[in-house]
């Protein structure tokens, strides 16, 4: 690994990163608004941000100086794979020049992937074509972690649990597939997906992964408020 990569790696070791989104269907849509977002946690201590789409990527950078977890958030009719699913996606990525680039990396048996290809098809050709760019697994499962190890990309995330068909239900946060993977996949694990209180951070942090992702507990108002409104009803 190059000087430049670790650095960022090193940036990230035990620290918190926050995830700065808002789709369109959202009410803080808008790639201003997320550039404040990121701002503001980066005064808050945040050592990295995720972000989607070239244009938030683009405006957070015009304020921010921390790495950033780029992906962009694609749907293709009649496939479930949507986080940088393509060539495509990932050409935009890095020429914006994100840190780190985040891909789905679940099972591509049970989840087929938009351009027909298998999860190791598909990143063979995306590291031939940018070795010196850090890719991140977004996996749902401990065998999606290890395969993605084993395969070469540079950190594994627990993005995915629960969200995928054969997942639905875990316990979120899922503090055991962070540690198992974090103990056993040599590579940084990122723990993200579900985190909602400081105490579940420091417990994830304490299973050994490398940093962790917080979104919608952080930047997403909406659920927020959802979250107190139901705990009054």
Partial sequence: MNQENQRIL???KGKLIV???????EPLHSSYIMSRMAYAAMLGGAAGIRANTVEDITEIKKTVDLPIIGIIKQDYEGYNVYITPTMKEIDALVACGVSIIATDATDSAKRPRPDGRSLD??????????PDQLFMADCSSYEEGMHAAE?????????????TDYTQGA?????????????????????????????????????GIWAAVIGGAITRPLEITRRFVAAIQ
């Fill in 151 to 163: 395969i070469g990309f540079d950190l594994i995330g627990t993005t995915m649990s629960g969200y």
């Fill in 10 to 12: 090193d940036q990230l």
């Fill in 19 to 25: 995830s700065c989104q808002a789709l369109p269907s």
């Fill in 171 to 207: 316990d979120l946060p899922n503090i055991d597939l962070m540690g198992r993977l974090a103990c056993e996949c040599g590579k940084p694990v990122i723990g993200e997906g579900g985190i909602w209180l400081p105490e579940q951070l420091k417990e994830a942090l304490d299973a």
């Fill in 121 to 130: 098809e598909f990143f063979k050709e995306v590291r031939e074509k940018y």
